[in-house]
């Protein structure tokens, strides 16, 4: 059964600093998805990361996957208090079924 | 883009009814959609996956006597909460992939439903 883990599990950091999300799962998976959850919405896609070594960029978030460790990061530079939010990764099962399995999910809390 | 439209975005029941939440993709068709429900700051736990025209596959745990879900065509998924109770209060939000697009596309989510049981 595959099992993913997020770390930290609250985040509270200062405008400016730099910090990393981790994600680990259990079993081998080829597809792994970083989501942006606001107060009372819906998920919004971040990254979609298909293979080893894949390292994707939007603004002050950089995503990588290391799929040998089963690890995938999210890095977050020079924070702001817009990216205040929860973020999941989620790890896509593989085969007939496609499931989604979600991380525990980081709440990240950017102070001025 | 993929666009999967989610309704009612909130409700409110007595215990002991019905309440049916609609998920419809938009401008692709939806062979799979998934349906998770999620409790005040935890995460999405999958509770069923629906496929156009066969029976929902639920995931251990899920009751699916109470949670009936028919994916009659291929735009639209339903999720009907029978005889619902309080515990059954949370946030309910459906997906859908679409693997026609290319892998690089993943997933889509619908707006969710704030579902409350009084």
């Known amino acids: 059964e595959l099992k993913v883990e997020q770390n930290p599990l609250f985040l509270s950091m200062q405008e400016g600093k730099n910090y990393t999300i981790y994600c680990n799962y259990s079993?081998?998976?080829?597809?792994l998805y970083w989501y942006r959850q606001d107060p009372g919405k819906s998920l919004e896609s971040l990254f979609v990361l298909l293979s080893n070594g894949a390292v994707k960029q939007e603004g002050r978030l950089m995503a990588s996957l290391d799929t040998k460790a089963r690890l995938s990061t999210l890095h977050i530079t020079a924070a702001v208090h817009d990216l205040s939010a929860t973020y999941f990764c989620a790890v896509d099962e593989g085969g007939a079924t496609n499931k989604l399995i979600f991380g525990t999910g980081t709440l990240l809390a950017v102070q001025p | 883009g993929a666009v999967v439209s989610q309704h009612p975005s909130w409700v409110i029941c007595k215990s002991g009814t019905s309440v049916k939440i609609e998920c419809r993709s938009l401008?692709?068709?939806?062979?799979?959609m998934f349906w998770y429900r999620q409790f005040p700051k935890q995460s999405l736990m999958l509770m069923a996956t629906?496929?156009?025209?066969?029976?929902?596959?639920?995931e251990q745990g899920v009751e699916k006597d109470k949670f009936l879900i028919n994916h009659a065509s291929l735009t639209l998924s339903t999720l009907t909460v029978t005889s619902a109770h309080p515990e059954d209060s949370s946030f309910y939000i459906c997906?859908?992939?679409?693997?026609?697009?290319?892998?690089?596309?993943?997933?889509?989510f619908g707006s969710g439903t704030r579902l409350t049981v009084v």
């Open positions: 401008d692709f068709q939806a062979t799979t």
């Open positions: 997906s859908a992939d679409y693997p026609q697009l290319g892998a690089n596309y993943g997933y889509t």
């Open positions: 079993t081998t998976s080829d597809r």
């Open positions: 629906s496929n156009e025209g066969s029976k929902a596959t639920y």
